[in-house]
């Protein structure tokens, strides 16, 4: 079964916008840092200078805590266009990115020169998700596309220089790969466990490929799971029954996991949004908030 490949978009309907939101954990409450009708931006990831974004292919800069924050090009070099796939490296003051070219790079996150980390010659597009912990690895989807069309999705691991590549799923339609702050687990969303397609749920594994573990059980269709910096606490994406892959512009659900309860997650959030809501981690480092994006139309 085929899923479709969202390219890199712009507003799709009239009267649209986007929102970056501040949701607080501890306290409950969401805050709105920034609001334009000029660039579709996607994907927050929560860095030490604030919070980095992808719109029309640049990366972003946005202050977070300001009540409104300022929005900056992050000036790199050497990289095409980039997509929502993007993530931080621990330890380091570097950024992976997922281009449209289906190839990840690794540039300073303040701007910079990129380098190509993944082989052009592979047979399939790679879209970033996790780093390890330690920085010594990266998961990633695998795609397989003909005529613009996704034939597979798989997860793949590899050294963060690219080598000692390897699959950790085989045709099951995986995405959404992130580790544990403790590298103990790989998260991830999976039909897998369903034979409804696009039926996707959470789940985990170790990068041995043991013990996976399904951890979402209902009619949504849920994806990318992103635990919190502490452990504590994950959050993911729900979207309607019958959905097929991520798409954009429909009512999704942000649901939040306390204390590892799975079985009881909170809705926290019900927007108009879907693709690029919060395809990547965007947890703050102490895991007491979470940034996300909405795109709502009219008033």
């Known amino acids: 079964m085929a899923i479709t490949v969202f390219p890199p978009r712009d507003f799709a309907l009239d009267g649209q916008r986007c929102r970056v939101h501040v949701y607080d954990v501890v306290t409950g409450t969401d805050r709105i840092v920034f609001e334009t009708d000029e660039i579709l ?65 690794r540039a300073p996150r303040a701007g910079g020169e990129g380098v190509r980390i993944t082989d052009p010659d592979d047979p399939f597009m790679h879209f970033l998700h996790g780093v390890s912990p330690d920085a010594a690895w990266i998961a990633y989807t695998a795609l397989s596309i003909d005529d613009g069309r996704v034939l597979s999705a798989d997860l793949r691991t590899a050294r963060i220089d690219g080598s000692e590549d390897e699959a950790l799923t085989t045709g099951e339609v995986a995405d959404g790969s992130e580790w544990a702050p403790d590298g103990s687990w ?8 369903s034979e409804t397609p696009g039926h ?100």
């Open 186 to 193: 790989i998260y991830l969303n999976t039909e897998q466990f």
């Open 200 to 299: 996707a749920q959470i789940a985990r594994m170790h990068r041995d490929r043991s013990q996976l573990e399904q951890l979402t059980f209902d009619d949504c269709v849920n994806w990318f799971p992103h635990p919190s910096p502490t452990g504590r606490d994950a959050v993911y994406i729900s979207f309607p029954p019958g959905t097929q892959g991520h798409p954009a512009d429909l009512e999704v659900e942000l649901r939040l996991v306390r204390n590892g309860h799975w079985r009881h997650p909170e809705t926290v959030a019900t927007v108009f949004g879907g693709q690029g809501t919060i395809n990547v981690n965007s947890w703050t480092p102490d895991g007491s908030r979470f940034a996300y994006v909405d795109y709502p139309v009219g008033s």
């Open 41 to 105: 931006l996607e994907a927050p990831n929560w860095s030490p200078e604030g919070l980095l974004l992808n719109g029309a292919g640049k990366l972003w800069s946005l202050e977070a805590d300001a009540d409104r924050g300022d929005l900056s090009e992050v000036p790199l070099t050497g990289i095409p266009p980039i997509n929502n796939d993007h993530v931080l490296v621990p330890g380091t003051a570097d950024i992976l990115l997922s281009a449209n070219d289906g190839q990840i790079y």
